[in-house]
């Protein structure tokens, strides 16, 4: 085996990038306080062709150092926006057809690796329907108004002695699945 090298790894341009067709795949983070998490999650929106970003409330916003060290430019090729209000923006989503899924730990979540057949049952009547994956505050999760606003809460099975992820190797992981269905 070789690895790759840089040249090997150039895909296309930002300019070309952002041109592209992007998923009908959103992600809002509510909440999320690390610029970090925010960093990570806008480099693997980029990965998996998110269309756009929304952070929310205390969630920082480029141009941050901080979010930089984990984004290293997708914050310049990936959509994003700021809104501060994460449960009105939720709420004009879904006036607009958009569907909903929360990544939390609810007693009628479905397990991650469902996910599929909820993005099939609300895309039936129109598979171009939008999809909005929300992940939550580090420490308190999603807000429970917009839990109670979500068609589908998703959740990713544990099986060690810790209860959660990190929320941007949740958010990761949960894009991945969404990126498979779309």
């Known amino acids: ?58 969630s920082p ?22 809104v501060e209000d994460a449960v009105e923006e939720v709420k004009r989503l879904k006036e607009n057809g958009v569907a909903i899924f929360v990544l939390e730990q609810i007693h009628e979540s479905i397990p991650l690796q469902q996910l599929d057949r909820a993005i099939e049952e609300v895309r039936k009547d129109n598979p171009d329907r939008e999809i909005l994956i929300v992940v939550g505050n580090e420490v308190n999760g999603v807000d429970q108004r917009i839990v109670d606003l979500a068609d589908f809460a998703i959740e990713i099975p544990m ?13 990761g992981i949960a894009l991945w699945e969404a990126y498979k269905c779309l």
Request: net charge positive; hydrophobic share 40%; charged share 25%.
């Open 1 to 58: 085996m070789h690895k790759k090298n840089i040249v090997d790894l150039t895909r296309i341009t930002r300019d070309d990038y952002r041109r592209l067709e992007k998923l009908p795949l959103l992600l809002l983070a509510d909440n999320v306080r690390s610029g970090q998490n925010i960093g990570s999650m806008l480099r693997t929106s980029d990965a998996f062709m998110v269309r756009e970003v929304i952070m929310a409330g205390i």
């Open 61 to 82: 916003v480029p141009p941050s150092a901080e979010i930089s060290k984990t984004a290293l430019g997708a914050e310049e090729s990936v959509g994003w926006r700021y």
């Open 159 to 171: 099986h060690g002695i810790k209860h959660s992820l990190n929320v941007a190797v949740s958010a």
